[in-house]
């Protein structure tokens, strides 16, 4: 099989068009509402734009778990995903109870994004750990 199937080579332009959308997002919101100051409705507007790209990034891999025609390639998306869903809930949970008791301090919840980025490298290398394989998805 190819290393770059139409549909990985089709998800790694979205996730590159999403994060450039995402990245001048953030950029945008911060120079707009930090340094310009504009009006509060403009200012919840442009600090939108950052959060959908990553409902974006969702629904990128979303498409492309199902326009996989590898069963076992989806499946291992699949467990990616939720090894990745359920690191970022598992650390996002424990901080949250030591945050509720002003044990640590707070940290703003987009950073659960983050931790799932982190978690899907965390299920590529399950993956290659117990099936020997990495997978499909980046």
């Known amino acids: 099989m190819s290393r770059f199937t139409p549909v990985r080579r089709q998800y790694l332009v979205r996730t590159l068009v999403v ?3 995402y990245a001048a ?11 310009v100051g504009v009006s ?5 507007g442009v600090a939108l734009i950052p959060g959908l790209a990553m409902v974006g990034m969702f ?11 590898d069963e076992f390639m989806r499946m291992l998306a699949v467990r990616q995903q939720l090894i990745a869903a359920g690191f970022a809930l598992a650390v996002a949970s424990v901080w949250g109870c030591l945050e509720m008791f002003d044990l640590v301090e707070h940290v703003e ?3 659960i994004v983050v931790l799932w980025a982190i978690g899907l ?15 499909e998805c980046p």
């Open 19 to 21: 994060t450039a959308i």
């Open 40 to 44: 509060r409705p403009i200012a919840f």
């Open 25 to 35: 997002g953030i950029f945008a919101a911060w120079y707009l509402i930090v340094k």
């Open 59 to 69: 629904y990128n891999t979303l498409s492309m778990i199902t326009a996989t025609q």
């Open 109 to 111: 919840a987009f950073y």
């Open 121 to 135: 490298f965390v299920g590529q290398f399950s993956n290659r750990i117990t099936h020997g394989v990495w997978g």
